[in-house]
């Protein structure tokens, strides 16, 4: 969207939503290493080759829920009323 509102160089330009080099390097990595994860389960689980093809979601959904819970929780963070910082409590899992 930076594109719109200022000029870009040439190398950070986007010329569609077709994957150019640098996506499918991801993309290619990504199966990379998702196959060798399969062939290391495929001991435990013979049938998890069936699902190699939908793998390639993963990294796309993570990326995109990412990016979502960036654009909706910084700014609620900062427009914060309240001074109090925000802090994890580990939930009560009976272990107490």
Request: proline share 7%; hydrophobic share 50%.
């Amino acid at each position: 969207m930076l594109h719109f509102i200022v000029p870009l160089p040439p190398y950070l330009e986007v010329h569609g939503l077709i994957p150019e080099w640098s996506g499918l390097l991801i993309a290619v990595t990504a199966m990379i290493q998702i196959g060798i994860a399969m062939w290391i389960d495929s001991r435990y689980d013979e049938k998890i080759w069936r699902n190699y093809g939908f793998t390639i979601w993963y990294p796309i959904a993570f990326w995109i829920l990412s990016m979502m819970t960036t654009v909706i929780a910084f700014p609620r963070a900062l427009i914060r009323r309240e001074k109090i910082r925000g802090r994890w409590t580990s939930p009560d899992r009976g272990l107490q």
